[in-house]
């Protein structure tokens, strides 16, 4: 009776050490995560820190650099919000920005912004709509 007391409190040991470490290393959590268009690599690719770049193209040219992670899940959610287009677009007209997601050296999303669309590059260059939410939270920066 006494190992098997003991046994478990070494299996609720090592579970709460790996959840720690999970919490400690990876962005997303494994049981949570929702591979999709916007967030297309494994979960475990996702390796704190994470770099979102914002790139205005405006007469300015800014590059605006965010690692706080609670603004990198908003601008991942307002994304994620974001319908598809039916069509694909051409990549006609003038981009007014930019996204990049990276960590360490691995980009793992770069995204071109237009006035009333977006396209993740990289993929099947599938548009998507400019939620109003989105557009503000672009221009807040």
Known sequence: ?????????????LVIITVIY???????????FNQDKITPHAWSDYQRP???KLYRFDEKREIFTIKEEGEIRE??????KSNEMDQKVS??????????????????LN?????DYWVILKQDRSA?????????????Y
């Open 1 to 13: 009776m006494r190992k098997k007391i003991n046994y478990s409190i070494i299996a609720i040991i």
């Open 22 to 32: 999970i919490n400690h290393t990876y962005f997303f959590n494994p049981l949570a």
């Open 50 to 52: 994470l770099i979102l």
């Open 75 to 80: 601008f991942l959610k307002a994304l994620k």
């Open 91 to 108: 990549g006609s007209g003038t981009p007014i920005g930019g996204l990049t997601l990276s960590t360490g050296d691995a980009k793992l």
């Open 111 to 115: 995204i071109l912004f237009y006035n």
């Open 128 to 140: 998507f709509e400019m939620t109003n939410s989105l557009k503000q939270l672009f221009q807040s």
